[in-house]
């Protein structure tokens, strides 16, 4: 079943990165699963995260909700399998398109993101932080 994207996403998405830019990682509210998924529920009426947003309190509940949902994957193959859901296949990172979702290897394990075009923007410690597109390691095509 495939879901597109909310009409004026462009503007949306200047705005979800707008209002995002200042607020930093926090497991609970805003880790990089629920950034981006946030951003596509923001784009599509549909969160990826929804089922997992309650239990995940810390560090360690992260890393259990990751392992039940991909044993021997990650975070990536996690990913993969739930936006297969809506046929939202992964693409090559030079291929990722503004809105589309990215991940790269960050100083504490994969993280994901959202690519603005060449950059792509990720939950840092104190707000948001910009790889090169380019540089990311995976990337999947949202809607």
Same mark, same amino acid.
């Given at each position: ?8 996403? @462009?503007?949306?998405? =200047? ?10 990682? =926090? ?61 939202? @296949? ?54």
């Amino acid at each position: 079943m495939s879901v597109g994207r909310c009409e004026q996403w @462009p503007t949306v998405l =200047d705005a979800f990165v707008a209002e995002r830019s200042a607020a930093g990682f =926090d497991w609970v509210r805003n880790n990089c699963a629920f950034f981006a998924s946030d951003w596509v529920a923001r784009l599509t009426g549909i969160d990826p995260a929804a089922g997992y947003r309650d239990g995940v309190t810390s560090a360690l509940s992260a890393a259990r909700a990751l392992a039940a949902l991909a044993p021997a994957g990650g975070l990536a193959e996690a990913l993969t399998a739930a936006l297969a859901r809506w046929d939202w @296949p992964e693409c090559p990172p030079a291929f990722a398109r503004r809105g589309d979702l990215v991940s790269c290897e960050s100083g504490t394990g994969p993280a994901l993101g959202i690519c603005l075009g060449a950059r792509s923007a990720f939950v840092g410690p104190a707000g948001l932080v910009y790889i090169q597109t380019l540089n990311a390691r995976r990337a999947w095509r949202i809607a």
